[in-house]
């Protein structure tokens, strides 16, 4: 169906937003799921905080929150809300690019619809497995 880039209280503009469309759909179809509604709002660390506190209890800042909003098995569909001043900060301590590190929080959105967790160190190992695997698709694409 679609994918949606939205801006609340920042000024940014997703670079590259026709690829990176195409490269969650093609993630999204090699796991074998269906895109319904996919909507990805970038924000500032205080309105993702406020949904933090709202809706998750967590009194905490993070570069993102992702809500699944599907009601099919195997079809996609949910908001993710990312903090582009807690990326900037990640990639800065990370000492990768601004871009890179978006693009891993943004699948990394996406693999949390997809139904992989990173709770546990096992959780987590593929979760990033599965980042860098995805991350090795976007040049590709």
């Known amino acids: 169906m679609a994918i949606h880039f939205f801006v609340e209280n920042i000024s940014f503009k997703l ?33 993702l905080h406020k ?17 699944d909003n599907s009601d099919e098995k195997n079809l996609i569909e949910g908001d993710i ?3 582009v001043e807690r990326v ?10 601004f871009e890179q590190e978006l693009q891993r929080v943004i699948i990394h959105g996406v693999l949390h619809l997809l139904g992989y967790q990173d709770k546990a160190p096992q959780e987590q190992a593929q979760m990033r497995a ?5 991350l090795k698709l976007f040049q590709t694409i």
């Open 15 to 47: 670079t590259n937003a026709l690829k990176v469309r195409r490269w969650i759909k093609e993630i999204i179809l090699q796991e074998n799921y269906q895109l319904g509604e996919l909507n990805f709002i970038f924000c500032n660390d205080e309105y």
């Open 51 to 67: 949904i933090n506190v709202e809706y998750l209890a967590h009194d905490d800042y993070t570069d993102i929150i992702t809500f």
């Open 81 to 83: 809300f990312i903090s």
């Open 88 to 97: 900037k900060e990640n990639a800065q301590n990370l000492q990768v690019s």
């Open 130 to 134: 599965k980042e860098d695997e995805a």
